[in-house]
């Protein structure tokens, strides 16, 4: 019996010692993170604090127990730091999002303050770096305006959409859709969700900055209608893409492909 308890308690320190080295570990990565540190030293000195009494219970006089509790709550106030930097990380992110949006839409105001009304049509359109084509006025936006992989628009995305803003605003009767490409890597079906969720979101980002949803359409073809062969990096990086078409004075767009 003594043999049998004598044992399980040497496996109870050994797991213990396994949760204390593990904690350590854990501790050292997120305290790594400078970002972390400036977001939330508060959680970071209690995952320290706790760590430390974990070593101490293990070096002098406290049980396996000890040990275990306060290394899990070392590691526990060490994920709520990267929650807490992560969250205020998203707050900063919307503030500055907000803000720039704002200031778009101010620019915006201004623009149409100045009288660009009297700018001719050509030159409105040569601003889009459009191309007439058989479906009409048709302007394309790279991925790189997108973060590699997902539909969510980068900062560089925001001088270009201003422009297509601009327009619209310029010339009140037209209207557009926004049609999403991607090559054909990966699975079909994703892609096609992709480039569904990336045409939405330019349009969502032109709504917010004032045109109404009811002169944007939205399309998503993934895969389908490729403009390069995708048996290379750069035919694919063209093939992913976002096309916006427009409408002509009358309001009529052609009919999707």
Known sequence: MFLTLAAMQGCSSQQSQQQLEQAGLAFEAVSADLQVARDAPKDLVRASESLERARRFASYWGSAEDVAHYAYLSQRYGEIALQHSEQIQNQRRSTQLAMEHERLRQAIQEAKLLDTHGQ?????????????????????????????????????????LFKVVHFLQLNPTRRIRIEGYTDNRGDAAKNLRLSEERAQAVADFIQSLGVSPARIEVEGYGEQFRIAENASARGRAQNRRVEIVFSGEDGKLESTR
């Open 120 to 160: 001719r049509l050509e030159d409105q359109i040569a601003s889009l770096a459009a191309t007439e084509t058989d479906r009409g006025l048709v302007m394309t936006l790279s991925d790189v305006l997108f973060k590699a992989g997902s539909a969510e628009l980068g900062q560089s995305a925001n001088r270009t």
